[in-house]
């Protein structure tokens, strides 16, 4: 699935000349690689430079249900961490990545969240001036958005149109998507737009999606521009193995590349002005290290040259989940037959993007609420519950004899994942070769205070008390205490339960983020400067999720789309752009 490229596109890396040099390169053409690479060449005189690792985003990722057959695709660096024995029932877990032009933002589920406003006031406070919520990133959240849901819209405080990346709810929604989101408000949760005011509550979701179809940042800042304008050039399928920096002088003027598919193909490329990292907060990690920018003790084992030494690859988190609170849902979504299957193929590929295709299930449900640490006077919830659709038994979901997963629209039960917002624990990546196209190690260290079960438990609490609720009830949503393997020795319930489940069900979020922090000159563990500088080094800066000193409390997309806006701000300003 996925498997297929143009020849156009496999042909890309043939467009770039060994030796050629341009105004700004950008290594990573993800979510903030998109960003950049749309702002940046709206200065007619700058010639801008994309490399990107994967190719050009095929169509079947605009489907919104078949998200899940984009992980482990060919389209996803298929990560997996280090096996540790408080996540992951001891084993590896899964940490999918975009490896296509729109990075993350081509694999991932669509959901728009910004975080909480309190996420970026905490930066501020860190050090990072310009980065509060209300003057720093607001205006950066708004330039990016084109809301094209009315009743969200005419909220002009916090919410625009005419941005590049369009925001809305997709045009499907099942029938247990208003039952789910009734169930949370006999909990007494409020109706909220998480990206208004007001954060505690379950929301109907937005979507970064356009009247049925993605919106990966290709698809909304690039797509539109990269044909129209001469100075900007876009190479797929072309990996950056090492930024070039002079030794002396610590300036950074150019990249090393090597063709993905074929490795023969490779040269090096120069910058006049700015060479720009996005290449995720797993890649550029890496390539920082396999340039000499890094921990010394890693790089002098490798016989990498330290150009600098610095904390690349700390401060690594992640919002963590787990898979232990199911229900069946009496509503089953799934086809009765091939013939539905087909009627909602051609209403989606006939009919303009309507039916079950044009949606996510039941993942269109986001609720947040408060675990015993957090304070409830703040609306800074700490947990926030993902509501992920699944077949119970994919042995009966007339998708068996096909090597798919089965689309997020189809579905007869769902898993609410509470995640832990604001973990305590920290982990690391690092790298064990100087090969480029030797993978990273990672380690996520998750769960390893007992804080962060605490909170996690705390949530699985609230998941179980929906099925006390008059409309989980009567639409016989049923809760399924079939324990996890490794916890059948425990009562269903009980604390000791909980802290099994979620070691045993552990799932990421696909948050990763902070391995290269932003901090003021005097954080120890800063890689990055207020304006995604890297310390030590002239012309080199990050740009990307990487950079969050800490993760914010909601998905990761929004907020690495408005480091991307902000970043190429900062960038055009300190070239003497007008903004
Ligand atoms: C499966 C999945 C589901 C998710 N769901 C959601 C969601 O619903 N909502 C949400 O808000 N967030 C979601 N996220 C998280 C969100 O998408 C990411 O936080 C965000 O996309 C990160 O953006 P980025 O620019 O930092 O990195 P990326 O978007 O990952 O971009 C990095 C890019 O750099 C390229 N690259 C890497 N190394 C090199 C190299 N050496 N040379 C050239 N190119 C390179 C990569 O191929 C990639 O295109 C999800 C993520 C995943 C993986």
């Known amino acids: 699935f996925f498997k297929t490229q143009t020849p156009a596109d496999l042909s890309s890396p043939a467009k770039l000349r060994d030796g050629e040099t341009f105004d700004f390169i950008i290594a990573g053409g993800g979510t903030a690689g998109c960003v950049l690479a749309s702002r940046l060449s709206e200065v007619p005189d700058w010639k801008v430079l994309l490399l990107e690792a994967g190719g050009e985003e095929p169509l079947e990722a605009d489907i919104p249900a078949f998200g899940q057959n984009l992980k482990l695709s060919a389209l996803d660096w298929q990560y997996w961490t ?26 991932n589920d669509m959901i728009y969240n910004r975080g909480n406003r309190l996420d970026y006031d905490h930066w501020s406070d860190l050090g990072n001036v310009g980065w509060d919520y209300e003057n720093g990133v607001l205006p950066y959240f708004k330039k990016s958005e084109d809301n094209l849901d009315p009743d969200i819209a005419r909220d002009i405080k916090y919410h625009s149109v005419g941005g590049y990346q369009s925001v809305g709810r997709f045009p499907y929604t099942d029938e247990n998507v208003p039952n789910i989101i009734k169930g949370f408000q006999e909990l007494g949760y409020k109706r909220v737009d998480f990206n208004g005011p007001h954060v505690t509550g379950v929301m109907h979701l937005q979507a970064t999606q356009y009247k049925g179809e993605r919106r990966s940042t290709n698809g909304a800042y690039l797509e539109p521009v990269r044909r129209l304008r001469n100075n900007i050039r876009v190479i797929t399928n072309v990996r950056v193995t090492k930024i070039l920096i002079d030794k002396g002088t610590k300036v950074a003027h150019g990249v090393e590349y090597v063709g993905e598919k074929d490795r023969r193909f490779r040269g ?30 890693t790089l002098e084992t490798l016989n990498i040259p330290v150009i600098k030494d610095l904390k690349v690859g700390h401060n690594l988190h992640d919002h963590i989940g787990a898979f232990a609170v ?12 091939s013939r539905d299957f087909f009627r909602d193929a051609t209403l989606y590929s006939r009919n303009q993007r309507t039916g079950p295709w044009s949606g996510i299930g039941s993942l269109s449900v986001v609720a947040y609420t408060n675990s015993r640490y957090a304070n ?68 996520p260290n998750s769960f390893c ?101 800490v993760i914010t409390s909601g998905n990761t997309n929004a907020p690495s789309i408005m480091i991307g806006e902000k970043g190429a701000d900062i960038v055009k300003k300190s070239y003497g752009i007008k903004l």
């Not at 090096?268 to 010394?296: C, E, F, R, T």
């Not at 199911?326 to 037959?337: A, E, I």
């Not at 393997?485 to 983020?513: E, K, M, R």
Request: include cysteine; glycine fraction near 8%; proline fraction near 8%.
């Open 82 to 107: 280090q096996p540790q024995n408080t996540s992951c029932g001891g084993e590896a877990c899964q940490w999918p990545r975009g490896k296509v032009l729109g990075g993350s933002s081509t694999i």
């Open 268 to 297: 090096k490329v120069y910058a006049k002005n700015d060479i720009i990292v996005s290449s995720g907060s797993i890649n550029s990690p890496q390539l920082l290290m396999l340039s000499g920018i890094g921990p010394k003790e």
């Open 326 to 337: 199911n229900y069946f849902v009496g509503n089953s979504t799934r086809p009765n037959s």
């Open 376 to 443: 409830k006077s703040m609306d800074y919830p700490d947990i926030q519950f993902s509501t992920i659709p699944s077949v119970a038994d994919s042995r009966d979901s007339g998708f068996c004899d096909v090597d798919v997963a089965v689309p997020w629209c189809y579905y007869n039960r769902i898993t609410f994942m509470p995640a832990v917002l604001r973990p305590k624990c920290r982990g690391y990546l690092t790298i064990n070769s100087s090969d480029p196209f030797a993978r990273p190690l990672i380690y």
């Open 449 to 549: 205070d007992h804080q962060d079960l605490d909170v996690i438990s705390d949530g699985f609490k609230a998941a179980v008390k929906l099925a006390d609720t008059k409309v989980f009830k009567d639409n016989d949503f049923r809760l399924d205490k079939t324990p996890p393997a490794g916890c059948s020795h425990l009562q269903f319930g009980t604390d000791d339960y909980w802290v099994c489940a979620a070691i045993q069900t552990t799932h990421s979020n696909y948050h990763p983020v902070g391995t290269c922090k932003m901090g003021p000159p005097t954080d120890p563990d800063a890689v990055v400067d207020p304006q995604l500088r890297v310390y030590g080094v002239k012309r080199l800066r990050v740009i990307d999720s990487s950079i969050m000193p």
